[in-house]
């Protein structure tokens, strides 16, 4: 689920802490009221030239929790409007490995010279 939706689909915006609640993540307020915010975030700024790298990073730490809980918590009601596999998951991963080693060149919004 992007930051959106988790702020958008009252569903979502239920199973997102009940999903960190039944991986026993720490300081789960936390992370389930800032999550969505720096989702959209770095989103934003993926779409930019600037700060790709860190942008990255950040989603691939936000990407290892979200692996981590969909591999652990067996509640299918949790995950009502998720696919059961994670590949969504894997996608998001596979295309930041290679924004980290590539940069967002060919697709940032920056003009170029």
């Given at each position: 689920m992007s930051g959106a939706t988790k702020l958008l689909v009252p569903r979502l915006a239920v199973a997102l802490p009940g999903q960190l609640l039944a991986a026993n993540r720490p300081s789960y307020e936390l992370t389930r009221s800032t999550v969505p915010f720096l989702e959209g975030l770095f989103g934003a700024v993926l779409t930019t030239e600037a700060l790709v790298?860190?942008?990255?990073?950040?989603?691939?730490?936000?990407?290892?929790?979200?692996?981590?809980?969909?591999?652990?918590?067996?509640?299918?009601?949790?995950?009502?409007?998720?696919?059961?596999?994670?590949?969504?998951?894997?996608?998001?991963?596979?295309?930041?490995?290679?924004?980290?080693?590539?940069?967002?060149?060919?697709?940032?919004?920056?003009?170029?010279?």
């Open positions: 790298r860190l942008a990255v990073a950040a989603v691939m730490r936000i990407m290892e929790v979200a692996m981590y809980v969909h591999v652990v918590v067996v509640d299918a009601f949790l995950f009502s409007l998720q696919p059961s596999k994670p590949i969504l998951l894997l996608l998001t991963i596979v295309l930041s490995l290679y924004l980290l080693r590539k940069g967002a060149r060919l697709w940032s919004l920056e003009m170029k010279a």
